[in-house]
């Protein structure tokens, strides 16, 4: 059974983000950007990434887009910050199986599992998962490009 007030705060809370986007703006000092374009919607982002040890130091966007993609970006942003560079591949793995109605793990992805009513959506999914898919071509750059 769905508990409705839960659903609403969920709501609530990626509403929040869509209007409030976090972690917006360029980074004056990042060591790798790269731009992602969703062009059923017309989402548009570009990622930045700060990288220091094997971890996301400091991460941002910037962008315009609809409603899901901005609050997904934003929820993104904020889980990513200070993460290892496998941990967050790990997130993008989580997260993209849930969208997909595959087997993931709720207590890994936390708050970003309140997006998981997006699957519903199928139209809507490449709204949720372009800062990931953005994300996960940044780390792969990221990982051949790390300094021994
Ligand atoms: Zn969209």
Known sequence: MVDEQLMILYQEMILDHGRQPRYFGALED???TLEGFNPLCGDKLTL???VKDGNIDKASFQGEGCAIS???SSMMLEAIQGKS????????????AMVLSQ??????LGKLSFLEGVKSYPSRIKCATL????????????CCHQKK
């Open 70 to 72: 901005m609050a997904s």
């Open 131 to 142: 800062a990931w898919h953005t994300l996960e071509s940044c780390l792969k750059k990221a």
């Open 30 to 32: 990042y060591d790798y």
């Open 85 to 96: 560079l496998d941990g967050a591949q790990e997130l993008f793995e989580q997260f993209h």
């Open 103 to 108: 087997s993931f793990s709720a207590d890994k």
């Open 48 to 50: 930045y990434l700060k």
